[in-house]
């Protein structure tokens, strides 16, 4: 709804256009490039409202465009889009999965038994942290769902030092050793 100073006001957010002086947006902002409260350019955004037929943008970070069970910016690696209707139990920080594709293991049909598609199987991993906890954890899981299983990130860095022990351990033909200890603290760089 336009209010006589070109902004029309986005069903999301109606209060803008009473609380944001057009007249001091830089070039960068009215373009829609940067952030119209704060003119950053390197944040994740959303849309507020329209300018001048533009869509002006306002950075995920700042309160008002949170829900309000989050009482912290979300963590740089947050891909979620959090909403103030969601479930206690999936108000949840994700980043992006990362996948490695099983290429010497059967292939897992992810079709039906009439129409199959063949593809392989996927390990899957990514950072996961309720609102209410203080650190991550690391899930990893398959694409088959035969199995899911959260770890601390202590026990994902002692786990991946295993895994980069027994890689050098068939790579060099030695015997493998065990190089995290679990009262010995490795800082993966």
């Not at 829609?32 to 329209?50: E, F, H, K, R, W």
Request: charged share 15%; aromatic share 6%.
């Amino acid at each position: 709804m336009p209010n006589g100073t070109g902004v029309t006001a986005d069903a999301t957010n109606p209060v803008v256009s009473r609380t944001l002086n057009v007249a001091n947006l830089t070039p960068q902002q009215r373009s829609g490039l940067a952030c119209v409260l704060c003119g950053s350019s390197d944040q994740p955004m959303t849309a507020i409202a329209i300018l001048d037929g533009v869509q002006i943008f306002t950075c995920t970070t700042h309160p008002a465009n949170r829900p309000a069970w989050l009482t912290q910016p979300c963590p740089a690696w947050c891909v979620e889009k959090h909403h103030d209707s969601d479930d206690p139990e999936d108000r949840n920080h994700r980043s992006d999965t990362l996948i490695t594709p099983l290429l010497t293991m059967d292939f897992i049909n992810y079709g039906s038994p009439t129409e199959p598609q063949f593809g392989p199987l996927e390990l899957m991993c990514d950072l996961v942290r309720h609102h209410l906890e203080a650190e991550p954890r690391i899930n990893i899981g398959d694409t088959n769902d035969a199995f899911s299983s959260f770890l601390s990130l202590g026990e994902a860095e002692q786990f991946a030092w295993r895994l980069l022990a027994l890689v050098h351990a068939a790579r060099t033909s030695t015997i493998p050793t065990d190089p995290a200890p679990a009262d010995q603290g490795h800082e993966l760089a």
